[in-house]
């Protein structure tokens, strides 16, 4: 059976794009799924929050988006979290400039992810918080997307954006693109403010909307003292639980079973 890709991309940046990453990632791995995660960032935040050290990284998606070593080379175990990496660090930013002169460009990361299609239920792609070169990579090797947003001022431009963006993909080069999910990150129901975009999001996307909201007081995955996911840190956190919960709303709604 074929994995399930998933970017999880927001051209916005500070929105918990790496933290829902790594935390749906082990989340969906305690539900006994074979899960990939791909840093597509340079700045290699799901790496470390992996609890993979990115300065001695020797292969990962930088060589293999640039064809110098097959994936299930540059493939690492995060024991943290339970799940597979495909490493990222500052040596990435360099691909953006490299393959700007490469043929087929934007489909390095789907061409290579073929190779590992039938191991992994799920592969999760960590998007930089711009349209990158490397964005487009991630947006055409995945047959979905899951944004993660704040709700706040200017969240409904910022998303409208983000879905322009995959229909002009869908129509040009990646006809299964399609947005799986919104999910509201950081969430504090306190805020009257916080409440009043969540119901402006559920009028204008409806059923796109995850109904998982993650709390405000998650302890981030990739925070220099922990280093690993809030499932390993302490289950019983609500974070924890509220990952959990949105990795089993993820499976039903993908079709996998719980």
Known sequence: MSAQIIAV?????????????????????ARK?????????????????????????????????????????AVIRSESGG?????????????EVELVQEIAREIRLKNALQAVDSDYDFVLIDCPPSLTL?????????NGVIVPM????????????????????????????????????????????VVEVSEQLKQHFGNLMFDTTI???IR???????????????????GAKAYLALAEELMKRVGKTV
């Open 215 to 217: 709390p405000r007081n």
């Open 83 to 95: 799940y597979d990496v495909l490493a990222a660090n500052r040596a990435l930013a360099g691909a």
């Open 150 to 193: 704040l709700c706040e001022y200017y969240a409904l431009e910022g998303i409208s954006d983000l879905v322009a963006t995959v229909r002009k993909i869908r129509q040009a080069i990646n006809p299964k693109l399609d947005v799986t999910g919104i999910v509201r990150t950081m969430y504090d129901g306190r805020s009257r403010l």
């Open 33 to 73: 799924q074979r899960v990939l995660v791909i840093d597509l960032d340079p700045q290699g935040n799901a790496t470390t929050g992996s609890g993979i050290d990115k300065a001695a990284i020797e292969q990962g998606v930088y060589q293999v988006v640039l064809g110098d070593t097959d994936i299930r080379s």
């Open 9 to 29: 991309a927001n051209q916005k940046g500070g929105v918990g794009k790496t933290t829902t990453t790594v935390n749906l990632a082990a989340s969906l791995a």
């Open 220 to 238: 981030l995955a990739e925070a220099p003292s922990h280093g690993m996911p809030a499932l390993a840190y302490d289950a019983s956190a609500k």
């Open 134 to 142: 490397l964005t487009l990579n991630g947006l055409v090797a995945a």
